[in-house]
């Protein structure tokens, strides 16, 4: 459908709808599902620099013979490292051959550390873009706010420097001046900015008095977050914004890109009504569209952000004052 195609991060996507990092992405198997299903492009499930590193550590754990010799301790933690980089490079080469849709790597990073070494190689087994995943949880009270700013701007610096592939952040929406934050990360360079991640957050089980995993998925009222900072900041930027989080149904596609996203990413909807709920999206975008007579995005894209708007208070309403009020 020509019609529902779009560009993001410089490539060609025959609709804007991309599945997200997640175990929906984790294999070639899986990878393929998303296509078959209609995806315009996925993400990989993401590398995780930390993974690696304690995967390496577990790896070194109770072999005391190598613990004495720094060289065979270098050895087994470059081996250890080597093997998941590898199997990584190796999924996203098997999906670049094996897809038409683009396919997007993706690296969690904590710092600009070892994962700078080897993302160059991501182009040489094809990859169309990376994505990065940077998140710093801000729980160190001794830490400021401007300290960890400028942590993930080295990141991103460093990034943007390493090597000439697309470059998208993913991030979360916890900056203290996030319209500068995001002004900041446009101006380094980026090709794109994910907004915005939806986090891992434990739960407590409250038997056996203990911390439980907890997999929360989004719900189809999450997509506010986004789409407000989709409106207020997309017409400034030189970089495209994919909306992310809390993305269900063909209505929320519809606002992300009036509020001016290129695309957007989705994975708890899959998760929750299956693959074939990107067809039911995207049919009932062709719908609004046809409703609408739009022949193509550039008809509608941005039409609501805030800076094309007569009255652009209304995407900085915070507070929920006497006029918003309903009687409950
Ligand atoms: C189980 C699970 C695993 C995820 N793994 C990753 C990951 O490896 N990398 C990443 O960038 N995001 C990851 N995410 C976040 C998703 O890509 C997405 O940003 C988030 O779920 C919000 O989108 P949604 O509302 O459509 O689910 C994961 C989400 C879930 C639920």
Same mark, same amino acid.
């Given at each position: 459908m020509e019609r529902l195609a779009t560009t993001?991060?410089?490539?060609?996507?025959?609709?804007?709808?991309?599945?997200?990092?997640?175990?929906?992405?984790?294999?070639?198997?899986?990878l393929k599902k998303c296509e078959d299903a209609g995806a315009g492009a996925v993400v990989v499930k993401s590398i995780f620099e930390e993974q690696i590193d304690s995967d390496a550590g577990r790896m070194m754990a109770g072999t005391d013979e190598y613990n004495t010799h720094?060289?065979?301790?270098?050895f087994l933690l470059n081996s250890s490292r080597n093997y998941y980089i590898d199997a990584y490079l190796s999924l996203v080469e098997q999906a670049t051959e094996a897809l038409e849709i683009p396919v997007i790597a993706s690296v969690n990073c904590r710092s600009k550390g070892s994962w700078l070494d080897y993302v160059q190689r991501f182009a040489d087994v094809g990859a169309d873009a990376l994505e990065l995943n940077h998140f710093i949880l801000p729980s160190d009270a001794k830490i400021d706010g401007e300290t960890l700013r400028e942590e993930y701007f080295d990141v991103v610096k460093s990034a943007r420097k390493a090597f000439k592939l697309p470059l998208a952040i993913k991030i979360s929406s916890q900056f203290t001046a996030l319209a500068n934050v995001i002004k900041q990360f446009d101006k380094m360079g980026?090709?794109?900015?994910?907004?915005?991640?939806?986090?891992?957050?434990?739960?407590i089980d409250i038997e056996k008095l203990a911390i439980k995993p907890s997999i929360t998925l989004s719900n189809p009222h999450d997509y506010t977050l986004?789409?407000?900072?989709?409106?207020?900041? /997309?017409?400034?930027?030189?970089?495209?914004?994919c909306?992310?989080?809390?993305? !269900?149904?063909?209505?929320?596609?519809?606002? &992300? %890109?009036? /509020?001016?996203?290129?695309?957007?990413?989705?994975?708890?909807?899959?998760?929750? !009504?299956?693959?074939?709920?990107?067809?039911? &999206? %995207?049919?009932g975008l062709v719908k609004w569209m046809d409703r609408h007579d739009a022949a193509s995005f550039v008809d509608f894209r941005g039409k609501l952000?805030?800076?094309?708007?007569?009255?652009?208070?209304?995407?900085?309403?915070a507070q929920?004052?006497?006029?918003?009020?309903v009687e409950f």
């Open positions: 993001y991060l410089g490539l060609q996507l025959k609709n804007p709808i991309i599945v997200g990092s997640s175990p929906l992405t984790s294999s070639l198997d899986k720094a060289d065979a301790q270098d980026v090709d794109g900015l994910v907004l915005f991640n939806r986090f891992y957050q434990p739960d986004a789409l407000q900072w989709t409106a207020l900041t /997309s017409a400034y930027l030189n970089c495209d914004i909306a992310s989080t809390g993305i !269900h149904t063909s209505d929320t596609v519809v606002k &992300m %890109l009036l /509020s001016g996203a290129k695309a957007v990413q989705v994975c708890s909807a899959l998760m929750l !009504h299956g693959h074939a709920h990107i067809g039911t &999206m %995207l049919e952000a805030q800076k094309r708007m007569e009255d652009p208070s209304h995407w900085e309403r929920y004052m006497k006029s918003l009020n």
